[in-house]
């Protein structure tokens, strides 16, 4: 929790927190509408770039370069996005990115 100098201030930090986290909730209802969105929907998911690899792999999908989808590949999609993904959504993964080098394994 950050600093606050007021019970006011705080009240007003919490409530702007329950506006982010529900917006965040909003964009994970939302269906993927692209192939890029169902890949970093299934990595927030996994929390698992080889997971995410294995699953577009599954679906016979080749990388940019023509070979098999990386884990790499994965991770370039997060760190770069594309344009054909809500900002929201990358953000979503860009944090569980974030939580999971920072924390280790997230489950």
Do not use: C, W
């Not at 577009?56 to 760190?79: A, C, H, W, Y």
């Not at 959504?89 to 569980?96: C, E, M, N, P, S």
């Amino acid at each position: 929790m950050k600093p606050y100098t007021s019970i006011a201030e705080l009240i007003e930090m919490l409530e702007s927190e329950i506006v982010s986290i529900t917006e965040q909730i909003s964009t994970l209802k939302q269906e993927p509408k692209s192939f890029n969105e169902q890949v970093i929907f299934k990595y927030i998911d996994t929390a698992s770039t080889g997971k995410t690899k294995d699953f577009v792999r599954s679906l016979g999908v080749k990388s940019e370069r023509g070979s098999f989808f990386s884990s790499g590949d994965v991770s370039k999609l997060i760190k770069e996005g594309a344009d054909d993904i809500s900002p929201d959504l990358l953000a979503i993964a860009r944090k569980v990115s974030s939580m999971k080098n920072k924390h280790g394994k997230l489950r």
